[in-house]
């Protein structure tokens, strides 16, 4: 009001024409302030897009992007001083309070920064071989007055990693003991653990609240097994994951001990002199045996050119042996053991082997039968006897043979001698 007030008022000793033109004048000046002051205004620094969140995993690059228009043209006046200066961008690491770089100067202690400036509005801050302590918040910040800035947030990854000195190895139990197996692992987020078998087979979990179970796959730093069976030796796998790749795992051997137990498929076993024999016995043992064959005297049975001995492999802890005999004699008949002895104990299994006697095809005289069909039906029996046909067989077909003639011909008889007999009678009476 009080420039404007002096604005209206005539100085004395000024004409009229002289305070008009100075009136004029000076209304130029704040008309031209005023416009001044709304095109500034118009054109203040603006963030053109927002600053974006960055998820990383450790070791990697981190990247930063601020885009900032009206920038170059605007200037601030700096602390104690009537200089104007440019207004400029900085780059500040919110949660600790600290500057990390303004304009293109990196002003942190970090080789591992770095800020680039596209000479026209975009602002990029580089994090190269990124830390966990490089994660919080990142600020990009214009010094207007007032001040303006935007924020974003560095989130670090870290892909999981057993830890070894925390988690079991091998582990050897008796069957019907327990087993605790743990796995732990670090990265972040933190991993979750799975467990599963190396052959794909069910964990079988005694302890839960519904009794034994099955499953597949099994969570948690802790596998318990109770109760531990034969059937559940074998390699589990601690699978450790966060959704940062790559996953981790680690084997751990489950090794269960037992006496061993022998089982014969066939106690009896038949063959003839000169034919080859094979005597099988299946042998689960753990830790793993050593079996051998031996004679009903105690005497051992040594792999040469007529006994071949081999063990198949079928499971952990089940293995089959095998003792294969060539051309049998005489003097191999009779019983064989199978034997397993392990370092809780030994066992054994017996086969008798004995001498099978087959039939014999004696050759066929035609002088001792009435006809072809006769040689041909105790042909068809002495094949039956040869292949394992009843005994007696040969008997039957003889039987035939009499039986269709012999009572013929004493009806035959006995008619005529009734004949003759009448006759006799006749005359004589």
Same mark, same amino acid.
């Given at each position: 009001m009080t420039m404007?007030?002096?604005?209206?008022?005539?100085?004395?000793?000024?004409?009229?024409?002289?305070?008009?033109?100075?009136?004029?004048?000076?209304?130029q000046v704040l008309v031209s302030i005023i416009v001044l002051n709304c095109i500034a205004a118009a054109f203040e620094p603006d963030f053109v897009f927002p600053l974006e969140n960055v998820t990383i995993s450790q070791g990697r690059d981190a990247t930063f992007t601020c885009v900032v228009n009206n920038l170059g043209g605007y200037r601030v006046s700096g602390p104690g001083s009537q200089d104007a200066g440019a207004a400029r961008v900085a780059w500040i690491k919110a949660d600790a309070k600290a500057i990390l770089a303004i304009h293109e100067h990196v002003i942190t202690n970090n080789d591992r920064l770095s800020v680039t400036h596209n000479d026209f509005n975009t602002w990029t801050l580089v994090i190269r071989n990124v830390k966990m302590e490089d994660a919080g918040e990142y600020m990009c910040q214009v010094n207007t007055d007032p001040m303006k800035m935007q924020t974003a947030y560095l989130e670090v990854t870290i892909p999981p990693d057993i830890i070894n000195e925390e988690t079991s190895g091998d582990m050897m139990v008796p069957e019907g003991g327990s087993a605790k197996l743990i796995c732990r692992a670090k990265g972040f987020p933190q991993p979750k653990i799975t467990w599963r078998r190396e052959d794909g087979r069910e964990i079988i979990a005694r302890n839960g609240p519904h009794g034994k179970t099955k499953a597949l796959a099994v969570e948690g730093d802790i596998l318990w097994l109770s109760k531990v069976t034969r059937s559940e030796m074998g390699a589990y796998m601690c699978i450790a994951s966060n959704s940062v790749p790559p996953s981790v795992s680690k084997r751990m051997k489950l090794q269960v001990h037992f006496h061993p137990l022998v089982q014969v498929p066939n106690q009896l076993v038949g063959a003839p002199v000169g034919r080859d024999v094979t005597l099988i016995c299946n042998v689960e043992a753990s830790p793993k045996a050593i079996n051998y064959w031996q004679r009903e005297n105690s005497e051992m049975i040594i792999p040469g050119e007529r006994y071949h001995i081999s063990e198949k492999e079928n499971s952990m802890y089940a293995v089959e042996m095998?003792?294969?005999? $060539?051309?049998?004699? @005489?003097?191999?008949? /009779?019983?064989? $053991?199978?034997?397993? @002895?392990?370092?809780? /104990?030994?066992?054994?299994?017996?086969?008798?082997?004995?001498?099978?006697?087959?039939?014999?095809?004696?050759?066929v005289d035609p002088d001792e039968y009435d006809s072809e069909e006769d040689i041909e039906r105790n042909t068809i029996a002495e094949d039956s006897l040869s292949k394992g046909g009843p005994r007696g067989q040969k008997e039957k077909f003889y039987g035939e043979s009499s039986s269709s003639s012999q009572p013929t011909n004493q009806l035959l008889t006995t008619a005529i001698l009734c004949c003759i007999l009448l006759g006799t009678l006749s005359s004589i009476l």
């Amino acid at each position: 009001m009080t420039m404007n007030y002096f604005l209206l008022q005539q100085p004395k000793h000024t004409s009229r024409n002289q305070w008009l033109s100075r009136i004029t004048f000076q209304s130029q000046v704040l008309v031209s302030i005023i416009v001044l002051n709304c095109i500034a205004a118009a054109f203040e620094p603006d963030f053109v897009f927002p600053l974006e969140n960055v998820t990383i995993s450790q070791g990697r690059d981190a990247t930063f992007t601020c885009v900032v228009n009206n920038l170059g043209g605007y200037r601030v006046s700096g602390p104690g001083s009537q200089d104007a200066g440019a207004a400029r961008v900085a780059w500040i690491k919110a949660d600790a309070k600290a500057i990390l770089a303004i304009h293109e100067h990196v002003i942190t202690n970090n080789d591992r920064l770095s800020v680039t400036h596209n000479d026209f509005n975009t602002w990029t801050l580089v994090i190269r071989n990124v830390k966990m302590e490089d994660a919080g918040e990142y600020m990009c910040q214009v010094n207007t007055d007032p001040m303006k800035m935007q924020t974003a947030y560095l989130e670090v990854t870290i892909p999981p990693d057993i830890i070894n000195e925390e988690t079991s190895g091998d582990m050897m139990v008796p069957e019907g003991g327990s087993a605790k197996l743990i796995c732990r692992a670090k990265g972040f987020p933190q991993p979750k653990i799975t467990w599963r078998r190396e052959d794909g087979r069910e964990i079988i979990a005694r302890n839960g609240p519904h009794g034994k179970t099955k499953a597949l796959a099994v969570e948690g730093d802790i596998l318990w097994l109770s109760k531990v069976t034969r059937s559940e030796m074998g390699a589990y796998m601690c699978i450790a994951s966060n959704s940062v790749p790559p996953s981790v795992s680690k084997r751990m051997k489950l090794q269960v001990h037992f006496h061993p137990l022998v089982q014969v498929p066939n106690q009896l076993v038949g063959a003839p002199v000169g034919r080859d024999v094979t005597l099988i016995c299946n042998v689960e043992a753990s830790p793993k045996a050593i079996n051998y064959w031996q004679r009903e005297n105690s005497e051992m049975i040594i792999p040469g050119e007529r006994y071949h001995i081999s063990e198949k492999e079928n499971s952990m802890y089940a293995v089959e042996m095998v003792l294969q005999i $060539k051309r049998l004699q @005489k003097s191999d008949f /009779g019983g064989y $053991k199978c034997i397993s @002895k392990n370092s809780i /104990g030994d066992t054994e299994g017996t086969i008798r082997l004995y001498e099978m006697i087959l039939p014999t095809k004696r050759p066929v005289d035609p002088d001792e039968y009435d006809s072809e069909e006769d040689i041909e039906r105790n042909t068809i029996a002495e094949d039956s006897l040869s292949k394992g046909g009843p005994r007696g067989q040969k008997e039957k077909f003889y039987g035939e043979s009499s039986s269709s003639s012999q009572p013929t011909n004493q009806l035959l008889t006995t008619a005529i001698l009734c004949c003759i007999l009448l006759g006799t009678l006749s005359s004589i009476l």
